[in-house]
C-alpha cells in the first residue's frame, strides 16, 4: 500500500518561496502519476500540478503557472512542488496524490497525503 507525507510547509512572506515535499514509502514511486492539490477554508480542493511517471510531462493551473514548478526523483521516491512569488491566495494546505492511470488536474487519484499547512502572510 502506497503510503504518501507531505513536508516542507510553513508561514512564508508576499513574494517569498516554499519547496513542498511528498515522501513515498510502500511502493516504488515510478509506478504512479503524481499530483498536487490545495484546499483553502471553505473553497473546495483544488489541482495544482501533476507529473508523469518519468517527470517528462508536467500540468499546472492557470493560478500557478510561471511560479510553482513540479518535479520528481523516483530513485528518491519522492515529488516536489517549488512554489515561488507567493501570493495570499496560495494559501492552503497542499496534498500530494497518486495514481496508476489518471493524469490531470482532477482528484481522481487513488493515494493521498495527510497534507501540509502554507501561510502566506507579511
Known amino acids: 500500500q502506497l503510503q504518501l507525507v507531505e513536508s516542507g510547509g510553513g508561514l512564508v512572506q508576499p513574494g517569498g518561496s516554499l519547496r513542498l515535499s511528498c515522501a513515498a514509502s510502500?511502493?516504488?514511486?515510478?509506478?504512479?502519476?503524481i499530483a498536487w492539490f490545495r484546499q483553502a477554508p471553505g473553497k473546495e480542493r483544488e489541482g495544482v500540478s501533476c507529473?508523469?511517471?518519468?517527470?517528462?510531462?508536467?500540468m499546472y493551473a492557470d493560478a500557478v503557472k510561471g511560479r510553482f514548478t513540479i518535479s520528481r526523483d523516483n530513485a528518491q521516491n519522492t515529488v516536489y512542488l517549488q512554489m515561488s512569488s507567493l501570493k495570499p491566495d496560495d494559501a492552503a494546505v497542499y496534498y500530494c496524490?497518486?495514481?496508476?492511470?489518471?493524469?490531470?488536474?482532477?482528484?481522481?487519484?487513488?493515494?493521498w497525503g495527510r497534507g501540509t499547512q502554507v501561510t502566506v502572510s507579511s
Open positions: 496524490a497518486a495514481g496508476e492511470f489518471y493524469f490531470g488536474l482532477r482528484p481522481d487519484y487513488n493515494y
Open positions: 507529473i508523469n511517471n518519468s517527470g517528462r510531462t508536467t
Open positions: 510502500g511502493s516504488t514511486l515510478d509506478l504512479y502519476r
